[in-house]
């Protein structure tokens, strides 16, 4: 466990993510955004990496403890995204039957188990939401249809917790016409929209984004996973803090005395790869702190701190 790099707005830990949180002062993180390993799929060539446990339960039991770490360094009104993929049981390998109970070609269910697992936990788990990947790789098979997203679960450690709706509402795309109902003459039932859409006087504040988000997945050089896109991570960022602390701050003001910008206003990704969501910090003018096991990712999340991209 090393610190491989520090300035005054950005850490970047070498080691497992349970050691380094451990370490990180309690309440110090205003949010979490982060995608760790998938149990089964890849194999990132580290010792002591998550997701090539020998068991679905055992997998969901060290990420519950890890983020037991998450809950002590998270501040009480912090906010956790959390991206995970699913798969299938496979005749050999890590998703082999004994791994799961089940035999070859069941889907497993990882994110829900881990969502679960989480709730019983104590965690709060305030949205599921579909990643949808429109250029996600079709099944080439013709028994199933192809799977095009992935979870993020959106968790709180309290039922009270910082979230920025407007921060991360979406334009409305042009007036509603009054519908056929609504317009005939008479008596209206109270679900006729009578109006434009959306009201005098709102047309700027944009609509909810809900919880279907469709974004393609970015190949990264230098990477050999899918990193995460940004414009996803800036998202999550975003929702995460109730103030303004915009690109346009200064890194002293980030690190102190603005108004909301101080120590809360923090990220983390304890397995940051090649550091997506720090970029997405670092560009909201919130700090970030990183954690991966492997030093190579570290060095490119690094330069694409530099880079702001
Ligand atoms: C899915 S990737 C993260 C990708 C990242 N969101 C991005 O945009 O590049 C998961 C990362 O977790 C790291 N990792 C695996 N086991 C770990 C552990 N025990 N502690 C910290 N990092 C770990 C891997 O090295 C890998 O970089």
Redesign the pocket.
Known sequence: MTLYHQDEMLALHQ????D?LRTLEAGSVGAVV?????FGL?D?G?A????QEATVAEYVARLVS?FAEVRRVLADDGVVWL?LGDGYTSKSGPRRQGTTGLPPKNLIGVPWKVAFALQADGWWLRNAIVWTKPNAMPYSGTDRLSNVYEHVFFLAKSDRYAFNLDAVREPYTGDRTPSRRARKPGPKKANSITSAWPPPGHEDRGHNPGDVWAMPTQP?KG?H?A??PLRL?ARCVAASFTSDCGAHTTSADAGRGAPGCGAHSTVL?????????LVASLAAGRRAIG????PE?LSV?LARCRDGK
């Open positions: 080691g497992d993510a349970s380094v982060t995608s760790p390993p998938y890849r990132y580290m002591g990496q998550l997701g890890t991206n990264f990477a996973f990193p995460m991570a990704d304890p397995f940051c790869g090649s550091g997506t969501s954690v991966d096991l492997n990712y999340a």
